[in-house]
C-alpha cells in the first residue's frame, strides 16, 4: 500500500476581511477541487508575500506538498496533474491543455487587463490597511507618478469596452453550459476566478443586469458545493 | 471486411483564377489532410453556391460522402471524426473540441471580422469576372448602399487593430510550435484558413515584414506536403 499523500498547503492572497481573492488563487481552488484535494490554507497579505518564502516565490498561489513548493498557477495545474494521476484529470490531452492556455492569453489580454484597469483603486480599499501603503506605493510605480485615483477616474468610460470583450464568451456559452463543453475545465476556473477576484473588491459591477453571462457565473459559483459563494462577494451585475 | 467507403467530393468557392478561397473550405481541406482523407474537388462561383443545391445548402464547403451530404465546417468536422474513427482523430476529447470551438469564436468576431472589413473588396475584385456584379450587389446591400470601395476607402488605418487583435496567438505561439501544442489541430487549421483566404486576395498586406506570427504561417503552409502553396498566393508581410 502506498504511503498516505502528505496534506496539501496553499498559500493564498487575503484581503482586509479575509477573503481569498487573487485570481490565479482562484484557478487552483477550482483545480484542486476538481481533482478532490483536500487543502489547508494559508492567508497571506500583499505585504507578506515576498517576505515568506525568503525571495524564492514573489507571488502567489504557492503549494506546498510534502517536499514540493512551488510557484505560477501553470506549472501548479500541470503539476497536480502528474503528482495525482488517479484522481479526476485537468486536462485530458495535450491539445485540451494547449487549448485552454491559448484561451488563457486571449482572456489575460482582453479582459483581465481591462478588469485590473477599472478595479486597481477598488483592489488597494479593499487591502488590509497594513497593506494599503504598500500596495499603493508599488502599483503606482508602474504608473508614472499618477495615484490610483487619477488612473481609474475615467473607469465607467471603459465599462463597456470591457463587456464587449467577453462577446466570444456568450457566443460559446449559448451552446456549451461550461467553456470546457458539458462539464466545466480548467478554462472556466481561469474565468470564473477573473469574476470571483471582481467580486472580492468591485464597487461599480463590471456587468449589466441581463447579460447573457450570468447564469454560467451562477452556475460555476455554484461549482463543487458552492465553492466561490460568499456573503462577502459584491454584485457582478 | 467493410465496403469501400466512397470517395469525398468536396464543393468549394473558387476565385477567377480557380483559386480555392474560403476559410471554411480551408478548415475541411486541412481537416480531410489532417484524417488522410482524399477528396474530389467540385470548384464553384459564388453564383453557381445557391443554385447548385436546389436550396438544400446556401454556403460551401459541401461534402458529398455517398448517401451523406451536409454543409457547415463544423457539421462537417464532427461528421469526419464519426465516419472515419480510426483515421487520425481531429478532436481527442470533447473538452479539446469545446475550446476549439472558443476559439473559432474569439477568431471570427476579433479577427476574420476585421479581414473581411479591410478586403471585401479585393474579394470581388478577385471573384471571376462573371461572379463580380451579383458579389457586388448581395454585399453592398448589407452595407446599406455604400459601394465597397467607399466601404473600403480608409482600409489602411484598420490594419493596426487587426495586427493587435493577433496579440493572445503570438503570446501562444512563443510557447508551442502549433495552436494545438506539440502537433496542429483543428484551431490551427481555423486560423490558417483565415490567411489562405487573405492571402488569396489581398492587395495590400495583412501583417507587418518581422510580424512573430509569420514561421507560424510558414509552417502551417507547409503541413501535408505543403497544403496550401500556391504561385496565386498574395504577400501576408
Known sequence: MAAPQPKIKLYELALGNGRSASPFVWRIR????????????????????????????????????????????WDIAEYLDRAYPDNRPLFSSPAELAMVRLTDQWFMSEVMRKLFRIYILDV????????????????????RGRTLEDFTADRLTRLPALREALAPLRAHLATFPFLGGAEPNFADYIVLGGFIWAASVATVPPLQADDALRPYLERGFDLYGGLARDPRMRPLY
Open 30 to 73: 477550482y483545480a484542486l477541487a476538481h481533482k478532490g484535494l483536500a487543502f489547508d490554507s494559508v492567508p497571506l497579505g500583499f505585504r507578506e508575500i515576498p517576505g515568506e518564502f525568503a525571495g524564492r516565490f514573489k507571488t502567489v498561489p504557492v503549494i506546498e506538498c510534502g517536499d514540493t513548493m512551488m510557484a505560477e498557477s
Open 124 to 143: 488597494h480599499d479593499a487591502a488590509h490597511p497594513s497593506d494599503q501603503p504598500y500596495f499603493r506605493e508599488s502599483r503606482e510605480k508602474g504608473l
